[in-house]
């Protein structure tokens, strides 16, 4: 299995929902990364797991909580976010190798804030 | 920190033409150099990568080329074919990668 799998692929919700998006590889990868992605901008690095602790917060606000319950799957947590919030939310994994390993992006979950 | 930039943001050609992305970087200390394909709606998808110990990299229609030196490398694409169009992002990485703002490709047929 060479692909990394997430859901919801589509995602509304308003200001004061709670909500997660999920993430799940089976390649054998120990770090694990999501991204935030605008329309038209490249993928922002948000949070980077490896061996599943936190190894890089990139000053992400709170009301995103990254969680990793295993090697095999990443959390995000949602509350209380923002409309500016609304975005391509991307996950990906790669072998944690001082950053010369290939990452292999999911398909993403796409996040609109009312 | 790492700053990626890449050129052009644009880039239009015929089909069967070839197609240059070029990209600089700021941190000597990077030694791995990805390029990836984004179509519209779908995820960034690996299309060819280098390390810092090798100058070139073939595969078929798609090659890369990294001057350490000069701190930039490019992408090259020939006879380049309709399902070629789409955005291109490089990126650098110590620890992290870090994108380039991308390139959209249009090839016209």
């Known amino acids: 299995d060479t692909e990394v799998t997430q859901t919801p692929k589509h995602l509304v919700m308003g200001m004061t929902n709670k909500k997660s998006l999920k993430c799940e590889q089976h390649m054998g990868h120990r770090a694990m990364y999501w991204y935030k992605q605008k329309a038209k901008k490249p993928p922002e690095l948000m949070f980077v797991?490896?061996?599943?602790?936190?190894?890089i917060n990139e000053s992400v606000p709170s009301r995103f909580s990254p969680e990793c319950p295993n090697s095999s799957l990443l959390n995000l947590h949602l509350h209380a976010l923002q409309p500016e919030d609304s975005a391509l939310y991307l996950c990906a994994s790669s072998q944690p190798q001082r950053g010369l390993e290939t990452q292999y992006f999911g398909p993403g979950t796409r996040l609109l804030v009312l | 920190g790492e700053n990626v930039e890449q050129h052009p943001s644009t880039l239009s050609v015929q089909e069967g033409d070839s197609a240059v992305i070029k990209c600089t970087y700021s941190d000597s200390a990077s030694n791995y150099f990805p390029w990836y394909k984004q179509e519209l709606g779908k995820r960034p998808q690996l299309i060819i990568d280098i390390r810092s110990n090798v100058g070139e990299k073939k595969d078929q229609r798609i090659a890369v080329t990294l001057n350490k030196t000069a701190k930039h490398f490019s992408l090259h694409i020939t006879e380049t074919q309709p399902e070629d169009s789409a955005v291109y992002f490089c990126a650098a990485s110590i620890n992290k990668l870090v994108f380039g703002a991308g390139t959209i490709l249009r090839v016209k047929s």
């Open positions: 797991y490896s061996y599943e602790k936190l190894s």
